[in-house]
Each structure stands twice: as structure tokens, then as C-alpha cells.
């Protein structure tokens, strides 16, 4: 994936926050069976942590694929690129959940339960796995809650793809009809008005929709942190409310979550560390369905800890194990001029 003004920005860093905001909003949900401990919705009622950390996820998604295909729009090339991001981390993570963690957790007649024709057809299509139940008895008995996004995030990629091939890219108020449609039919959906298609579907794609607006009219926007400042301030207000919670999520807070991924201080040298948090992501729930499998009474704060601490040793693993080396196939694709 290619990276704006060079390697050098906030791009790592802040899909590693949102990937650890996810940790922060799952463990006191799983341990409780409800929201009544998850911080962002005790403050605002309408939006959890990781709502708001899938959002951004797509946000920058949005970003960086509109890029994508605007500096080398070939479909073999776009297609494959995607491709090796996104399966063979989420194989590897759905094998590990399926063969490893579902048979320890799961029945004692698992395997005489598994369809294999199922499983294989979940991974096809990037779903949780379809196994047998995992976790009986405790909230949330799944592996795998968190894989449910990814089928969306492609689903995103296959769409900017068609707007490409369509021409709906050069000319960019085409991409923003999209955005300015999903926001629309989102706000009519929370307000009661009526009952429009899917509002998790709309909302997917209306953060991958204005991440790809913010690629297309970058030049045409004044990039100010005192903008992004006030910008995130007003959405602080915005998010005490339904209707206009995500839509402001996408809009004010993506202004200012793309001004700092391009031009704000490099955190901690994040531009240089491995991209850990498509890993984090894809093992701290299963990871934190297995601490409170043992400890079920286990301090909030020491769970999130052990559950962070150890969703970076899997990150770390499956980068290096996993998504590096099929990344690295990319260099073997046929180079030719955007």
C-alpha cells in the first residue's frame, strides 16, 4: 500500500491506536455481556470505542485506496495488492481460531460438528469463522466477534474499484455524491424517519466514502491543525447525538485523522516500526475470550493490559510470519507505468 509524502507519517501509528482502542471497548463488554462500562458510550450514549475505531479504520482505508488506483489504476495490480494485504493475515488468524483455540474451548464433539464445506466457504468470503460454538456459556460466545469487518473493508475496496473502471474517480464529485448519499440515508435511518437499507453497511461505507473525498479534494482543502482542532471540537458536541454522530465521526473527525496521518510530528518513530495492527486486531478478541475464559473476575484494567500485551506479540508474529512475506510477492508483479 502506498503511503503519502513518502514513509515518513502517522499512518502506522494511528492504525495501531485504533487497533488498541478495540482492546479498550471489548473488555468490559465481554466480561460484562453489556456496554455499561465502555467508556466512549457512558460519555456520548451513541458511539462505542470501537465503532469509532472501525470507522477510522475505514477512514484512512478510503484514503490510501482512492490513492491506490489513482497512481496505478490496473486492475490485475489493484486486485492483487488487496488481495495479499488482507487473506493471508486473515487465513492465518481464522486457521489459528478454527484448529487451534475452537477445539481447546470449544465441545467436546467439535469436530464431529465441523463442516468443513462452511468453514472453507467463511474464508472465502472473509467472515467468522463457521464453526461449531466456541466459549459456551460466557457473553458473547464467538472466537472471532471482531472478523466481521473485513468482508465490509473489501467489500469497499471491490467499490472504489468499480467507481475507478467507471470513470467515477476523475471525476471526484461522482465519489462525493457517494458519501454525501450514505450520509444522508444514515441520518434518515437513526432518525426514525424511515427504514432504509442496511445503517452498518451505510456507515462502512460512508467513512471508506469521505476518506477517499478527503484523497481526491486534498488539494483543494486548507490543511490547518488549528481547523482540525476546532473541527474535532464541534465533533465532540455532534456526537451526543444519533443522527449526527457518524456523520461527524467521518467528516470532522476524518479532517483532522488525515491532517495529523500527513503532516503532524512523527510519533515515536511509529513510520518505521513493523505494521503490527492488522494482527492486533484480528487476535485480541480471541485473546481476551481466553483470559476471561480463566479469569472471569479479572481486573478491568489488568485484563485490557494482558490483553494488549499479548495481542502485540500475536501482531508482531503474524507480520513477520505471515503478512511481510506475502507482501513481499507484490515485487514480483510486472512493473508498468501508472
Known amino acids: 500500500m502506498s503511503h503519502p509524502h513518502g514513509r515518513s507519517n502517522n499512518f502506522n501509528a494511528l492504525r495501531f491506536l485504533f487497533a488498541s482502542l478495540v482492546i479498550l471497548s471489548h473488555a468490559p463488554e465481554l466480561q460484562d455481556g453489556d456496554r455499561s462500562r465502555e467508556v466512549l458510550t457512558q460519555i456520548f450514549g451513541t458511539i462505542s470505542f ?12 478510503g484514503y490510501l485506496i482512492v490513492k491506490s488506483w489513482q497512481e496505478r489504476p490496473q486492475v490485475a495490480v489493484f486486485l492483487t495488492h488487496r488481495i495479499l494485504r488482507i487473506y493471508p493475515g486473515f487465513v492465518a488468524a481464522s486457521l489459528v481460531c478454527a484448529l487451534l483455540i475452537a477445539p481447546v474451548f470449544g465441545a467436546s464433539d467439535y469436530w464431529a460438528q465441523f463442516k468443513m464445506g462452511d468453514y472453507l ?10 464453526i461449531p460454538e466456541v466459549f459456551a456459556g460466557s457473553h458473547y460466545a464467538a472466537v472471532n466477534g471482531s472478523m466481521w469487518s473485513i468482508s465490509y473493508e473489501f467489500k469497499c475496496y471491490f467499490i472504489a474499484l468499480v467507481f475507478g473502471l467507471l470513470g467515477g474517480l ?9 458519501a454525501i448519499f450514505c450520509t444522508v440515508v444514515h441520518v434518515i435511518n437513526r432518525s426514525g424517519w424511515a427504514n432504509l437499507p442496511s445503517d452498518l453497511t451505510i456507515r462502512l461505507l460512508m467513512a471508506f466514502a469521505y476518506g477517499g473525498c478527503f484523497y481526491l479534494y486534498e488539494n483543494a482543502l486548507p490543511w490547518r491543525s488549528s481547523l482540525a482542532g476546532w473541527g474535532l471540537l464541534l465533533m465532540a458536541v455532534l456526537l451526543f447525538f ?21 503532516s503532524g510530528p512523527t ?28 479469569f472471569p473476575e479479572m481486573n478491568l484494567a489488568a485484563l485490557v493490559l494482558l490483553v494488549f500485551c499479548s495481542s502485540v506479540l500475536a501482531g508482531l508474529l503474524s507480520w513477520y510470519a505471515v503478512e511481510k512475506p506475502c507482501l513481499k510477492l507484490k515485487a514480483l508483479l510486472p512493473r508498468s507505468p501508472a
Open 121 to 130: 466457504k467463511s474464508l472465502l468470503f472473509l467472515k467468522q469463522p463457521a
Open 242 to 262: 444519533p443522527m449526527t454522530a457518524q456523520p461527524a465521526l467521518c467528516l470532522l473527525g476524518g479532517y483532522a485523522i488525515l491532517h495529523f496521518a500527513k
Open 267 to 294: 510519533v515515536l518513530g511509529f513510520h518505521r516500526w513493523p505494521d503490527i495492527s492488522y494482527g492486533v486486531y484480528l487476535y485480541a478478541w480471541p485473546l481476551n475470550k481466553i483470559w476471561l475464559w480463566y
Open 170 to 178: 476523475k471525476k471526484r464529485n461522482v465519489w462525493l455524491a457517494l
Open 50 to 61: 470501537g465503532e469509532m475505531a472501525v470507522q477510522c479504520f475505514l477512514l484512512i482505508s
